[in-house]
């Protein structure tokens, strides 16, 4: 079992910045891919940024590409989400997830077995 943890959610104003974190407990994620996911008010659960077991290779969606960076440091058991750049359209609930079967990213998201509980992320003047 794993125990995903997410913080460093708040409000910020279009063209700031926030780091979100994705604490992991009770696993080491040192084998594993991992993701952020977000969920907008009305909207589906969509992929924002995946990233291998080691750290080597990321993906990102179109739409967050250019600003948002995933980064990870296993001896920590932690992910990070750096976004710069925010618009209004990034406001919503955002969710790290680790893939328990491969080191490799996907954007499919039954692919992704843990899930952390969420931060809210609010992008508004």
């Known amino acids: 079992q794993v125990h995903l943890v997410e913080s460093g959610g708040g409000l910020v104003r279009p063209g700031g910045s926030l780091q979100l974190t994705c604490s992991a407990s009770g696993r080491s994620i040192s084998n594993h891919a991992m993701a952020w996911y977000r969920q907008s008010p009305g909207k589906d659960r969509e992929f924002v940024a995946a990233?291998?077991?080691?750290?080597?290779?990321?993906r990102y969606s179109d739409s967050v590409q250019g600003r948002f960076a995933i980064s990870r440091v296993n001896t920590n058991n932690t992910m990070y989400l750096q976004m710069t750049n925010l618009k209004s359209d990034d406001t919503g609930v955002y969710y790290c997830?680790?893939?328990?079967?491969?080191?490799?990213?996907?954007?499919?998201?039954?692919?992704?077995?843990?899930w952390g509980s969420g931060t809210q992320v609010t992008v508004a003047s």
């Open positions: 990233i291998n077991w080691v750290g080597s290779y990321t």
């Open positions: 997830t680790l893939d328990a079967d491969s080191r490799y990213t996907t954007t499919y998201t039954a692919n992704y077995d843990y």
